[in-house]
């Protein structure tokens, strides 16, 4: 799985399209949370799920709309 975070990063260094970058953080926090998800439930830790939970839920629509306005701002 860690191998799999540095496909995105590799991504993000190769191109500088914003839409490109947007998407690989988002790929790499969808990632994480998942990880996040695992270790919760081999450590029986709930604390740590509904973290994860939240960040699949809302983290990347926050950074989808993020990557919106930044690619008006730059059009304008």
Known sequence: MILALL?????????H???QTMLAF???????AIIAL???VW??????GVVAAIILSVGNAGLMLLAQIIKRITEA
């Open 7 to 15: 496909i995105p990063m590799y991504e993000v260094w190769k191109d």
């Open 17 to 19: 399209d914003i839409w």
């Open 26 to 32: 988002a790929s790499i926090s969808t990632k994480t």
């Open 43 to 48: 450590r029986d830790d709930w604390m740590i």
């Open 38 to 40: 695992v270790i919760s």
